[in-house]
């Protein structure tokens, strides 16, 4: 029981927090990278117990794509299937910029009503 | 948890696609073609581990198919919750004169409208296309050159059967495939051909692309008939007051030979142009309906025809 509870609070927390996390790497790498290769760098930063599953963070791309943060083209692959490469827009950044500033003032907001009581 | 782990990749596919089923055919398309590329792309990652083994561990990396599921429907609906058109503040709801007319503010029934223009355009190539093509493959099977023509042929109708699925999510506002079909694993010419023939789905979008032509030509003739006989009703007052004020213009309206005499004498009056008028402006209202069920009865006819169901 309480590990539905817990369950369902990381899912909310991680609602907006995948598109965050997505627009860094993206804003973050110079090259363009396809779904599976975010998925690895995620997995490797998220050692341990992982917050999200690497399947949840297609749709969010698809979702970031469709509304105009990324840029996509298709690329086909020697060995394997077509891979989908996105690339951070102009707008992309201009919008991480904002969710940045908001991220940071939820996070000092939290700490700071969370942490009261201890010295 | 009451599925079986999936032992293959195709198995998983299977387990996700029964975990979306009755979801929009092109939801499940996309998912399915995120999961594949994932998972060729993990067993590419892994020589030395078996198809098995590997899907073992994508539970815990990717998600189980009915966590995967999950995540596609709660993105898609809050994506399309984003996007939409903010609903109309008024708590009355409109009178039916104001749905009537307020057709006009409708985009989709414009966009619609413009579809119907360029389906003629569009019809026309589609229909030279798919007959050029089975004909020359059927031509050309004799010779070594008619496999890798047939190959290109339907990987070329399959990229325009998903260009024609943009291009009317754009005009109709109908959720269309944001990706191809996936490949799936490469083979050889024969086994490929093979798999091509036997896909019930080549020969719908072959289907969809020789019923162009027919259908694109039906809605030209509506829309150009229609707009320009509204648009002439409508200027007819205009014309004749212009004539009467003393304009030179040359003496226009329309002119039927097969109608009565008196009719046309009677509606040569004030009463009877505005009667024109109003007519003219019923006609073009009735068009743009018209043209908005066209454009979300042919979406319907494209997702059958052009989407895996």
Redesign the interface.
């Known amino acids: 029981m309480d590990d539905s509870h817990a369950r369902k609070f990381q899912k909310e927390l991680n609602?907006g927090l995948v598109s965050l996390v997505l627009l860094s790497v993206l804003a973050a790498s110079p090259a363009d990278l396809?779904?599976?290769e975010i998925?690895k760098r995620l997995?490797k930063a998220n050692d341990g117990d992982?917050l999200f599953?690497?399947?949840?963070i297609?749709?969010?791309l698809?979702?970031l794509s469709?509304?105009g943060l990324l840029d996509s083209h298709v690329v086909p692959s020697v060995?394997?299937?077509?891979?989908?490469y996105y690339r951070i827009t102009d707008t992309g950044r201009a919008t991480l910029a904002d969710w940045l500033g908001a991220w940071r003032n939820t996070r000092d907001f939290v700490n700071r009503c969370t942490e009261t009581g201890s010295p | 948890m009451t599925r079986p782990t999936p032992r293959s990749i195709d198995e998983y596919l299977d387990q996700l696609r029964a975990a979306l089923a009755g979801e929009d055919p092109a939801l499940v398309q996309d998912a399915l073609y995120d999961a594949e590329e994932y998972l060729r792309a993990e067993l590419a990652a892994h020589p030395d581990r078996s198809e098995a083994d590997m899907l073992e561990l994508i539970a815990g990396s990717y998600g189980a198919p009915d966590e995967v599921a999950a995540a596609y429907l709660d993105t898609e609906a809050r994506v399309r919750t984003a996007l939409a058109t903010p609903a109309r503040r008024s708590s009355t709801s409109p009178s039916a004169l104001r749905r009537f007319f307020g057709v006009f503010s409708d985009v989709h029934a414009w966009t619609s409208l413009f579809f119907m223009l360029l389906a003629l355009a569009t019809g026309i190539f589609y229909f030279t296309f798919a007959v050029t093509g089975l004909a020359l493959s059927a031509g050309l099977s004799i010779l070594i050159i008619g496999l890798p023509f047939f190959i290109a042929f339907i990987g070329l109708s399959r990229v325009l059967s998903l260009v024609e699925g943009r291009l009317i999510e754009a005009l109709t506002g109908e959720r269309m495939p944001r990706r191809p079909p996936h490949p799936g694993v490469p083979q050889g010419f024969g086994a490929r051909i093979i798999a091509m023939l036997r896909d019930l789905r080549t020969w719908t979008t072959l289907g969809y692309f020789v019923l162009m032509l027919p259908l694109g030509v039906a809605y030209f003739v509506v829309a150009v008939v229609g707009v320009t006989l509204g648009a002439a009703l409508i200027l007819a007052p205009l014309w004749e007051g212009l004539r009467a004020l003393g304009v030179a213009l040359p003496e226009g309206g329309l002119q039927f030979d097969t109608v009565d005499p008196g009719l046309l004498t009677a509606l040569d009056s004030p009463g009877g142009l505005a009667l024109i008028f109003v007519v003219g402006v019923l006609l073009l209202t009735l068009l743009m309906h018209l043209a908005r069920a066209v454009g979300h009865l042919h979406a319907r006819i494209a997702k059958t025809l052009l989407v895996a169901g």
């Open positions: 609602a396809y779904g599976y998925a997995q992982p599953k690497e399947g949840t297609y749709p969010v698809r979702a469709a509304a060995a394997g299937p077509p891979r989908r």
